[in-house]
């Protein structure tokens, strides 16, 4: 028997059962495993399955609990900055250590675009989350912009407070240091007040 004979009996059998295995990996795997994941998240939590979108009184979607948009007008409660624009195929943040002169500047930057001398202003109101799409901030800076909202507005500032301390949450119970707002929700409460 030539060696190449003996070489190829051996070889293609070995090949056949690692191509089978490899097979067998990427159904279970890649096809398998999710679509059992999916069904379960669709079974008990079928909000969070799906993205947790919110949508509008005609039923169109218009953004996720889960992710920040970037609002701007007087009359929204603004966000935390985002390093990436609230671009959510780009997550991430500055990457610039606190000592960074593109870091103050940039801060700078956004307390004059507030209008403010940078006195009390929440720290999260002029530094970016690591993920760049952080969907809350703390009471505190919401209750911070509440009189921008109530001239914007023509409302009182003691009902934009109202609406920002009705939607304050410690998702993490105690080991959230300060309530969190969301965002989004905060400023679709704002605009349902004038229907």
């Known amino acids: 028997m030539d060696h190449h004979d003996v070489t190829t009996g051996w070889l293609l059998p070995q090949i056949m059962t690692s191509g089978r295995i490899v097979l067998a ?21 079928p909000q969070t399955a799906n993205g947790s979108l ?10 996720s609990v889960l ?12 966000p935390r900055p985002s390093a990436v624009d609230y671009h959510a195929a780009a997550t991430g943040g500055s990457n610039l250590s606190p000592t960074s002169p593109q870091l103050r500047f940039r801060t700078q ?11 009390g202003i929440p720290a999260d109101l002029v530094t970016a989350s690591g993920s760049g799409l952080d969907p809350h901030i703390t009471l505190r800076a919401a209750e911070y912009q509440a009189a921008r909202i109530a001239a914007a507005r023509g409302l009182p ?3 934009v407070r ?3 301390g009705k939607y304050a949450r410690r998702p993490a119970g105690a080991l959230t240091p300060e309530p969190l707002v969301n965002v989004l929700l905060v400023n679709m409460a704002l605009d349902g007040l004038g229907k």
């Open 25 to 45: 990996s990427m159904a279970i795997c890649g096809l398998l495993y999710p679509l059992v994941v999916l069904a379960v998240g669709q079974a008990f939590t």
């Open 54 to 63: 919110v949508r509008n009184a005609g039923g169109g979607i218009i953004g």
């Open 162 to 164: 109202e609406i920002t």
């Open 109 to 119: 930057a956004i307390i004059a675009g507030m209008g403010a001398a940078g006195a």
């Open 67 to 78: 992710l920040a948009q970037g609002f701007s007008r007087p009359e929204y409660l603004w």
């Open 157 to 159: 500032v003691t009902t």
